[in-house]
């Protein structure tokens, strides 16, 4: 329980009652858990964080963690997210969903997250299918993927996550692994602390539908970024992004700078005192 | 003995300066005393094609654009083409001579105007074309050019004396040129064109229906807009993005209308009023957003300036066409609230009221504006921003207590209460936690799908929107209360409606007018009443299928004699009154 001397979180303040619907060993549970220790880190006070979140298996997240949340249609999470943070910049907000989420019905939504740069942090629980339908491909799933909607496998490339979010000017760009969630935790929070979108892709198998990316083979795949990796080089970032095979894990990219709503503020040139003032000049505009 | 009411209207090739004629000849007005009613018929393209400007002007108020035009000015022979069988008979064309060569006729007098020439040769300020024609049309109506002229030092005195100079000079042209050249022409009747000023009747402003209901929003207190630009919306968009953040609010073009309405909704769960502003195409791709505003219980309001559908239509032209969709629009079973102002200055008005009703009712009130109201211009009495209070949502009220342990139990965000209002909580406040969704859930907001949760919060949904009708806002009334033959109408038919009521009653027909501004759900208290003694009951609407008649008749379960125009235009006064003589007829007939 918090100490109410100091009021330190712990990682039981923001449980919950609502208990994960995952099926027994999905990779979400190794996300929401980083979640929750990169809460109690930054010591957030559960009632100023709003988590944000589409629909899929992942994007039942807000549900089981204590803060504020927004479950809202499919794809549409970022642009929700988008009008909380720019109304209330003062609450801490990140969103979740899956692959289909943001890259299928919300590819154009992420396009356009990346170039506003948002200060918000967004983890793709990427399990590379759809689980909450049953395992259909998701943009993700590899070339071939066979499944019920496609027999005899897809016929499209998967996109790169990493990529597009770079091509469309994302500044903090990184993947994760469920399945190592302490570096996860450690993620989500240089996520929090960038200023802007802090995209991280998270691998999170779904032991039920996808057969063939298993927390096995992500654990073959994945490997560390070269210790010589600079993030803030986009030539090298580009390269790395670029590599399906090792799946590296990291901090792939980032860039400083203000973030969309730190520049709309600086825009704002008075408060809602300022009103009746300017309906008299507007009236007087108009006489 | 001058007239009292007066159409003008200024015809040409899109580009060539139609609309600034016509917008400064409108504001001097204005400021000279005249009443003012404009409409704007813009090209089909950015660049060229036909486009009119028709100003009503005079002492009186006018409430349409009116039938036929008394003073034409064809700025080319495209527009003499298409505009000249709208000139009433008797009428006054002005032409350029250099463009077009119209026959001699007698139903009109007509004169040519050498409007290019005397820009080029004359003043070698080709640009000033329109101001000479705003000259030449002063001239004719009568107006005192000391308005013109300080209109034209307000707008160009910062230029510099040279382009100040110009374009009085350009003024005093065409002022001079009707003066030696058409005003003392034997045969010109000056009585038919002079127009008559309304005496002082308090401070006026001319605003399109756009602008009074973006002024109507930032009184409402709105602090977050996002939109995409769509004709005849986009204007809306423009202005909040100028305005609002002098009240540190926020505007964001977004990158469709379907993030459009998803950022609204995410401004409102955060605390704020938000809003967007669009049209029939861009509503139909937010109707989602709007299914999960339902669901989740979360006020917002939506503008829609309908314009002629279906799909991308006819993006300039007019129609009252998505009242379905705003009202039904959506799958499964939502709540949402229609609103319709009925003249440019109820469009002030009303989009508070729906600001209003989205906040009390936890769900989406949709403002619907068209294509006449959106673009038409008007004097209208300078707005009182007191007039209408502002209401605000039944909130979650905080505990007392510091150093008090986050989890306090489970917030009700959508408690069962007898109004089917429940308090909500805004991020930020201790103990209000809660997820919103689009998924059914129980009093906690956890999502649950057994049948009693379904049928209990279906009723408490509909329950709401049941009680929105004795909030509607007060209804126009015209005409005869006590009047056999009734019309029901909304939006800016209205306007029509009531001319037509008047003139009926010229001719010894009583008919008596109502149009709502709630239209969904139906204000049967503010309706029902008006078909008592009725033995005739029109609706008239600018649609094909009798949209809002279809809702009546259905609530109802009476039939009710639809009256409707589908051409892309506003009803003509003249149509509405031989549809009001039918219905006069037929009761004599049955008698």
């Known amino acids: ?139 993700t799933a590899q070339r071939g993927y066979v499944h019920k909607a496609a027999p005899q496998g897809t016929l499209e490339e998967p996109v790169n996550p990493l990529l597009l979010a770079m091509a469309c000017g994302a500044s903090f760009v990184a993947r994760g692994f469920s399945g190592q969630p302490k570096d996860l935790a450690q993620l989500i929070l240089a996520g929090i602390e960038h200023q802007g979108l802090a995209i991280i892709d998270t691998y999170s198998p779904c032991p039920t539908f996808n057969k063939v990316n298993t927390f096995k083979t992500y654990r073959e795949e994945v490997a560390p970024l070269p210790a010589d990796h600079d993030p803030t080089n986009f030539e090298a970032a580009l390269k790395i992004a670029a590599s399906s095979m090792p799946r590296y894990l990291g901090v792939i990219y980032r860039r400083e700078g203000p973030s969309y709503e730190q520049l709309l503020e600086q825009r704002k040139t008075g408060t809602e005192a300022d009103l009746p003032r300017l309906l008299d000049s507007l009236f007087d505009r108009f006489s | 003995m001058p007239k009292n009411d007066l159409v003008i209207r200024v015809a040409g090739e899109a580009g060539e300066g139609v609309l600034s004629t016509g917008q400064l000849l409108v504001q001097g007005a204005a400021r000279a005393g005249y009443r003012v009613l404009t409409d704007f018929s813009p090209p089909a393209e950015i660049k060229g094609g036909y486009s009119f400007f028709q100003i009503r002007i005079g002492s009186r108020l006018f409430y349409s654009r009116g039938d036929s035009v008394d003073l034409l000015l064809a700025f080319n022979r495209e527009a ?90 350009a003024l005093e042209a065409g002022l001079r040129y009707v003066r030696e050249h058409i005003i003392n022409q034997p045969g010109f009747r000056r009585e038919l064109f002079e127009v008559e000023r309304s005496p002082a009747d308090g401070r006026r402003i001319v605003v399109s229906g756009n602008q009074a209901a973006s002024l109507g929003a930032l009184t409402a207190g709105v602090q977050f807009f996002a939109g995409y630009p769509i004709t005849p919306a986009s204007d809306i968009m423009e202005f909040l993005a100028a305005e609002l953040p002098k009240v540190g609010g926020a505007v964001i073009q977004a990158e469709d209308e379907i993030a459009s309405m998803n950022m609204v909704l995410g401004a409102s769960f955060a605390g704020k009023r938000a809003m967007t502003s669009t049209s029939g195409p861009g509503v139909s791709l937010m109707v989602e957003a709007l299914g999960l505003a339902s669901m989740a219980e979360l006020p917002c309001v939506l503008v829609d300036c309908q314009r002629a559908g279906p799909s991308t239509g006819m993006p300039t032209r007019h129609e009252q066409g998505d009242l379905w969709l705003a009202a039904f629009g959506g799958h499964g079973e939502i709540q949402r609230i229609v609103l319709a102002p009925t003249s440019v200055e109820d469009c002030y008005y009303q989009i508070q009221h729906a600001f209003n009703l989205a906040d009390k009712y936890q769900l989406p009130v949709i403002l619907l504006l068209d294509t006449v109201l959106s673009v038409r211009t008007e004097s209208i009495p300078r707005p009182d921003p007191q007039r209408i209070p502002r209401w605000s949502r039944l909130l979650y009220q905080e505990p007392n207590g510091q150093g008090v342990p986050p989890h306090e139990g489970i917030f009700l965000r959508y408690q ?147 009256v409707n125009a589908y051409a892309g235009e506003p009803f003509k006064v003249r149509d509405l009154l031989a549809a009001i003589r039918t219905a006069a007829r037929a009761g004599a007939v049955a008698r």
């Open chain 2, 80 to 169: 003499y083409d298409l505009s000249s069988g709208d000139l009433t008979e008797g009428g006054l064309l002005i032409y350029d001579p250099a463009e077009v060569s119209p026959p001699a006729s007698p139903t009109r007098t007509q004169y040519p105007v050498p409007l290019s020439e005397i820009a080029r040769t004359q003043l070698k300020f080709e640009l000033g074309k329109n101001v000479v024609a705003v000259g030449v049309l002063a001239a004719l109506f009568g107006m005192p050019e000391e308005y013109l002229r300080k209109l034209l030092e307000q707008r160009f005195g910062g230029r510099g004396p040279d382009i100040l100079n110009k374009n009085l000079g």
């Open chain 2, 416 to 562: 069962l209460t007898d109004s089917g209002i429940s308090p909500m909580s805004i991020p930020g406040q201790r103990g209000g936690q809660y997820v919103a969704t689009g998924l059914e859930h129980n009093e906690e907001g956890r999502p649950r799908y057994d049948a009693e949760t379904k049928t209990r919060f279906t009723e408490k949904r509909f329950k709401k929107l049941a009680a929105a009708p004795q909030d509607a806002p007060e209804p126009d009334f015209y005409g005869d209360a006590s009047a056999e033959i009734g019309i029901i109408t909304w939006g800016s038919t209205a306007g029509a409606v009531r001319e037509a009521i008047e003139r009926a009653a010229e001719e010894g027909i009583r008919v008596a007018g109502i149009a709502p501004k709630m239209l969904w759900p139906v204000p049967d208290a503010q309706l029902r009443p008006f078909l008592e003694g009725k033995r005739e009951v029109m609706v008239a609407e600018v649609n094909y299928n009798g949209q809002f008649a279809r809702i009546l008749e259905a609530h109802w379960g009476r039939p009710l004699r639809h």
């Open chain 1, 1 to 139: 329980m918090a100490d109410t001397a100091t009021l330190q979180y712990t990682v039981d303040d923001y449980k919950s009652s609502e208990k994960p619907t995952w099926c027994p060993g999905c990779g979400d549970f190794g996300v929401l858990n980083a979640l929750y220790h990169a809460m109690r880190e930054k010591n957030y006070n559960p009632k100023d964080v709003v988590l944000v979140s589409g629909i899929g298996c992942s994007s039942r997240l807000p549900f089981f963690v204590a803060t504020y949340g927004f479950h809202g249609v499919h794809g549409r999470a970022m642009p929700i997210a988008t009008g909380v943070k720019v109304a209330r910049p003062d609450l801490h907000v990140l969103v979740l969903g899956g692959d289909g989420d943001a890259f299928a019905i919300g590819g154009g939504h992420f396009m356009h997250a990346a170039r506003r740069n948002l200060n918000v942090t967004y983890v793709i629980m990427d399990n590379q299918t759809y689980g909450l339908t049953k395992g259909q491909a998701s943009p």
